[in-house]
């Protein structure tokens, strides 16, 4: 095959984004299509024009752990490190609403596992003997390996119960990474997930759960970085352009598109990568292409709540904390990403994001009724909150926002080559071993292209082999 070889990447998330720029790397002429108007996918930023000014906001707030090489290497391509930079040393505040009473979870320079040993010891929200309880189940987890078949089959909260945890245990420790990096709690989670997320956050190495973020909103790296570096690499992008079908004509692929500047076009590769969601991947997915194509299906979704707060005076002092012993899940400063203090008169204000995952009794909920509920508890867990004025309070909400991580989704997620020479599934739901996250998009995308340069013959150089 020569350099001239095609190929058309549907769907301009991080996924896509990833296989896109890998393909171009290695020479490919690759055009990329985008239903919406931007890149970035469930990843991206709106202007909202508030009582308090013109604010940036995120959809939801995303943060990503040191662990995440893929990803972090993505930032690196993006010119982008500096914008999402990560913590020096893990540090999360955990404040624990009925005591009123802040705990920390933070890590030494020590080797695993007693990188973590000092901070357990003081953790103020479990007891001596559930404390204990907590290194044997680690221990245990240690043990594990997440890609075993039959852990996925088990729900991680029988696993804790089984490993003598407590149900306080489970929400101030297990639940509250738990469901930060899952999108579920521990009954409705695939125990090969949680080994997979335990093992490589805390027992990997002493950095692996140092916690990054983005000080900028995040279209800014994912829309607008994302297109000059895809620009840069030589990729086509075509937004708002619908893919509405994929099919396969005299050895070549034909994608047909529906809406945009090229609505109407067919557009002709070797090579297709579908980085699109399971159901539009099962649409889209010519007979054929998967043994079992309906079990794309069968694979649920998980909610993400994010509710929004503008404070007329900073209540909160650090850039983020976590509550037990609360509806609030976890709280980020977002004042300076959103530009909120570059508007005359706001410099006092402060955006809080209230990031609430697993919201699937709350997603559908008015705004009114929210707003009743959280308001008094940021009260109740920020006393300077008390007497502030509310400049402005909204909230978005991600229905579809990840995979549902239940037990048995691991044998549902399918890899990278599909039984269709050429045709390539990418995306966070695809079998990466991840949870869904901005991880797991990205290596869904790295293996797509991978197998894609394979089968061309093309040589991978320039491909990086992640660990598993
Ligand atoms: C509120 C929220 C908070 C999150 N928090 C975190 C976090 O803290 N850390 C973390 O790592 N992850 C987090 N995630 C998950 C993470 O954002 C996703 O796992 C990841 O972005 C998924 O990327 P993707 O490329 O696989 O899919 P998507 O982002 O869904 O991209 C698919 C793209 O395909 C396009 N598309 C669909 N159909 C078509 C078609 N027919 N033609 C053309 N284009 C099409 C879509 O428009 C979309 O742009 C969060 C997600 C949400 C929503």
Request: charged share 20%.
């Amino acid at each position: 095959m020569t350099s001239t070889a095609t190929a058309v990447v549907v769907g301009g998330g991080l996924a896509g984004t990833t296989a896109a720029l890998a393909l171009a790397d290695a020479g490919l002429r690759v055009t990329l299509v985008e239903g919406r108007p931007r890149l970035g996918g469930l990843v991206f930023s709106f202007r909202r024009d508030s009582a308090a000014g013109e604010l940036s906001v995120d959809n939801g707030q995303h943060v990503y752990l040191r662990c995440c090489t893929a990803y972090g290497r993505m930032l690196d391509r993006l010119g982008a490190a500096r914008l999402v930079p990560l913590q020096d040393r893990m540090d999360v505040p955990v404040l624990d609403a009925d005591r009123m009473r802040l705990g920390r979870l933070r890590r030494t320079a020590l080797p695993v596992p007693l990188h973590l040993a000092a901070s357990l010891a003081r953790y103020p929200h479990l007891s001596p003997a559930e404390r204990a309880g907590v290194v044997r189940a680690t221990l245990a987890l240690q043990g594990l390996d997440p890609a075993d078949p039959v852990l996925d089959g088990v729900d991680f909260g029988s696993w804790l119960r089984r490993h003598g945890q407590s149900s306080r245990a489970v929400e101030a420790l297990w639940d509250l990474v738990g469901i930060a990096t899952l999108n579920a709690r521990a009954g409705d989670v695939s125990m090969g997930l949680a080994a997979k997320v335990f093992k490589t956050g805390l027992l990997s190495a002493p950095g692996a759960a140092d916690i990054g973020w983005s000080r900028v909103p995040l279209g800014d790296v994912h829309d607008a970085l994302a297109r000059t570096a895809l620009e840069k690499a030589g990729v086509r992008i075509a937004l708002r352009t619908r893919a509405a079908s994929v099919t396969r004509t005299d050895g070549r692929w034909q994608v047909a598109v529906e809406s945009g500047p090229h609505g109407g076009e067919r557009l002709t590769a070797d090579t297709v990568v579908l980085a699109v969601p399971q159901r539009e991947t099962h649409g889209l997915l010519p007979a054929g292409a998967l043994a079992d194509r309906d079990r794309l299906l069968d694979i649920g979704t998980a909610p993400i709540l994010n509710l929004h707060v503008v404070y007329d005076r900073k209540v909160l002092r650090r850039p983020f904390f976590a509550a037990v012993g609360s509806p609030v899940q976890w709280v980020f400063d977002r004042t300076d990403a959103s530009g909120l203090t570059r508007t005359p008169g706001n410099e006092r204000c402060q955006y809080l994001a209230v990031s609430q995952s697993a919201a699937q009794e709350e997603i559908d909920q008015p705004v009114a009724k929210l707003r009743a509920r959280y308001l008094p508890e940021l009260e109740r867990l920020l006393p300077a909150a008390r007497g502030a004025r509310i400049i402005d309070f909204f909230v978005t909400r991600e229905r579809t926002a990840t995979f549902a991580p239940a037990p048995g989704v691991g044998r549902l997620r399918p890899a990278a080559r599909t039984q269709a020479p050429g045709l390539y599934l990418a995306g966070a739901w695809t079998a990466t071993g991840w949870p869904a996250t901005m991880e797991s998009a990205v290596r869904s995308g790295t293996a797509a292209a991978r197998e894609a340069l394979n089968e061309l013959g093309f040589p991978q150089g320039q491909l990086p082999q992640e660990a598993a």
